[in-house]
């Protein structure tokens, strides 16, 4: 099932040449995105694994995890690196969560306002997949949220996204990763510009 959300007034026509597929950690969509772009012009750029290179580079950190255990103003000078080296580039699938959760609340980690997405794309996913698939993904050691607390961020991720949306004058999709197969498909429909999206 899919959920579209533009304004008349400035949707945006396709080819995409910046497409942000966002979504709570275990959503699916670095998987979504891999498969993709093997069978599209579009390039898989995973916002986490460039800001690590850059923190490796930098002698910071060597794992996601102690990437993400750094300082928060460290992280951010990270991630607005990344920023800056991805903001030219074309035809890419821009994989990153979007809003990211912290004890002390949410921010959103979509930067907004040096990468201008023509979409966003939500990947939503059920709950007990989510589960399964943190769990099935130890190289990563990831917090396993309560359901409360994912529901939570996912309606979050939802309206900081609607926001962005809005804000930027760009399309919002929301896909629903019930069965990975279907919602490549539709993926894949919105790259190639199928007339149903």
């Not at 930098?58 to 255990?69: N, Q, V």
């Not at 309606?155 to 197969?181: Q, T, V, W």
Request: charged share 20%; hydrophobic share 40%.
């Amino acid at each position: 099932m899919c959920w579209k959300v533009s304004l008349q007034v400035v949707f945006k026509m396709r080819p995409w040449e910046r497409v942000a597929v966002v979504g709570v950690p275990g959503a699916g969509k670095t998987s979504l995105c891999t498969a993709a772009s093997e069978n599209s012009k579009y390039q898989h750029v995973n916002y986490g694994r460039v800001m690590l290179e850059i923190a490796q580079n930098r002698g910071l950190a060597t794992t996601l995890p102690e990437m993400f255990s750094l300082d928060l103003t460290i992280q951010h000078g990270i991630w607005e690196k990344t920023a800056l080296q991805i903001k030219d580039k074309k035809n890419i699938l821009l994989d990153l969560h979007g809003l990211d959760h912290f004890r002390e609340g949410y921010l959103i980690s979509l930067p907004l306002n040096i990468i201008r997405p023509d979409i966003i794309i939500i990947i939503e996913s059920a709950y007990e997949d989510i589960i399964h698939r943190i769990r099935a993904d130890p190289m990563k050691k990831r917090i396993i949220p309560g359901q409360k607390t994912h529901n939570e961020h996912v309606k979050m991720l939802r309206l900081a996204m609607i926001s962005a949306s809005a804000c930027l004058g760009c399309n919002l999709i929301i896909l629903n990763n019930y069965d990975f197969e279907t919602c490549l498909t539709e993926l894949e429909s919105i790259l190639v510009n199928k007339s149903d999206y």
